[in-house]
């Protein structure tokens, strides 16, 4: 009589190992247990976060027996010294491809446990690591969040999160990754910008460069600089052909004769920005006056290299009225003038320019 009962606890002792395996399974879903084994953040942990203020949602995981057996901090990087050394055990540990110049990596525990997160630049040998950032929480249920500054869109860094408490208990815990940000699990290839070239044509400033894309979700950007260090933007471009090296070029009317500077800059859609080498170019001769067009409506648009009085004529050298032009682009109504041929004249420099009025 005692066989069955010694079976039915035998076999209730297998379901209660099996359940064990099968939960341990769950909150175990990919850190590393030394830096050797680090693996790539997945952006999906954080998906199911319903707030980046407590592990409500999203992906737990375990630094305890089960997940990592080892307690003793993997020594292939510096000591935290967020931390008491005697404190720390157990770090679990991950990678990321930086996304822009800044990331959060946030944590928040599901028991009771002091999270301690500790990041890196450098590897993928051991011993070649640099702590950039590390982070303690204030207690075993307040969270902890690693704020990162600095990073280089596209390089791969490296942390580690570990329990840091003189209670064993709180050193090892369920904890979750709701409200991280800015951790990338693939690389993204950069634009690469080379040859950027500037020369005058026509009075205007062309330039020109080769660029190697890898996809079509940016744009690039030409600034212009008097200085060297003030830059404002003055044309945009979306990339046209990813994947392939391809020249590119530009044009811009400097608002005067002088040494202007031009770079280019790369605008990603998701926020990152680089830029191209300077190519600095000497504009000589330019006209004080441009026409966007000489054959007009109801206006004239003119461009003006400084501020200036100008103005128009009929084709005999009549003056019909003066004009107030602004440095930069200028609209000129012409509303009372009739249909014909006319002269725009900057009397000072001697520029006339003809445009003529169809309507």
Not at 198 to 221: G, P
Request: glycine residues 10%; proline residues 6%; charged residues 15%.
């Amino acid at each position: 009589m005692k066989c069955p009962t010694t079976f039915l606890q035998l076999l209730i002792g297998l379901c209660a190992i099996l359940f064990c395996i099968r939960t341990s399974a769950q909150v175990c879903p990919g850190g590393g247990s030394n830096f050797a084994s680090a693996v790539n953040f997945d952006p999906a942990w954080i998906y199911g976060c319903n707030t980046g203020t407590s592990c409500n949602g999203g992906v737990a995981f375990d630094n305890r027996n089960a997940c990592e057996p080892v307690t003793s901090m993997d020594a292939c990087a510096p000591a935290p010294l967020c931390g008491l050394l005697s404190n720390n055990g157990s770090d679990i540990w991950f990678r990321f491809y930086a996304s822009n110049a800044t990331a959060v990596i946030s944590c928040f525990q599901n028991t009771s446990l002091v999270l301690g997160i500790q990041a890196f630049s450098g590897g993928p040998t051991c011993g070649s690591l640099v702590t950039i950032g590390c982070a303690l929480s204030l207690g075993p249920s307040s969270g902890v969040q690693l704020p990162l500054t600095g990073l280089q869109p596209g390089v791969q860094y490296y942390f580690r999160i570990f329990g840091s408490a003189n209670p064993l208990s709180q050193r090892t815990g369920l904890y979750c990754f709701c409200g991280s940000t800015g951790l990338g699990n693939y690389l993204i290839l950069p634009v690469l910008l080379k040859q950027v070239t500037a020369r005058a044509v026509q009075h205007r400033a062309e330039i020109s460069w080769q660029a190697t894309t890898h996809d079509a979700s940016h744009e690039f950007v030409l600034e212009r600089s008097a200085d060297g260090v003030r830059y404002v933007p003055v044309q945009s471009m979306h990339v046209s052909a990813p994947g392939t090296e391809h020249g590119y070029s530009m044009t811009d009317q400097p608002p005067a004769n002088g040494t202007y500077y031009y770079r280019v800059k790369n605008a990603y859609a998701d926020g990152r920005y680089d830029y191209s080498e300077i190519a600095v170019i000497k504009m000589t001769e330019l006209p004080a006056l441009t026409l966007v067009s000489n054959i007009v409506q109801d206006h004239l648009e003119v461009s003006a290299a400084l501020d200036l009085q100008a103005e128009i004529l009929d084709i005999t050298g009549k003056p019909l009225k003066k004009v107030l032009l602004a440095a930069g682009n200028n609209n000129v109504p012409l509303q009372e003038l009739r249909s014909g041929l006319y002269l725009l004249r900057y009397p000072k420099g001697g520029e006339t320019k003809r445009f003529i009025i169809s309507r």
